[in-house]
Nanobody, 120 residues
Framework: QVQLVESGGGLVQPGGSLRLSCAAS????????MGWYRQAPGKQRELVAV???????NYADSVKGRFTISRDNTLKTVYLQMDSLKPEDTAVYYC??????????????WGKGTLVSVSS
């Protein structure tokens, strides 16, 4: 199993910045993908940004140029730097993890989520 703990959410004014963190623990495999999804009220969960252990990234069009995903050297913590925040970025942000190792190949793990509210 893999456990994910998010932190860094909160209330911010439009145009402001926040940095989310997600720490993974448990049965971590070196070839993995970690990232962030979000779910706004009344909407489906959507991809925000993902980052593979090889360094490949994928961003939603709506956040390109404003959000940056990164990882630490251990590859167990992923960050999401969110700049120029807009009210439409308001959502619960979920950390995700999937790996391609022998224990749980292709299984998605999720954190409990952290709320980001963008409002004046």
């Amino acid at each position: 199993q893999v456990q994910l703990v998010e932190s860094g959410g909160g209330l911010v004014q439009p145009g402001g910045s926040l940095r989310l963190s997600c720490a993974a623990s448990g049965s971590i495999f070196r070839i993995n993908v970690m990232g962030w999804y979000r779910q706004a009220p009344g909407k489906q969960r959507e991809l925000v940004a993902v980052l593979s252990s090889s360094g490949s990234t994928n961003y939603a069009d709506s956040v390109k140029g404003r959000f940056t995903i990164s990882r630490d050297n251990t590859l167990k913590t992923v960050y999401l730097q969110m700049d120029s925040l807009k009210p439409e970025d308001t959502a619960v942000y979920y950390c995700s993890y999937v790996d391609y190792g022998p224990t749980h190949y292709g299984v998605d793990f999720w954190g409990k989520g952290t709320l980001v509210s963008v409002s004046s």
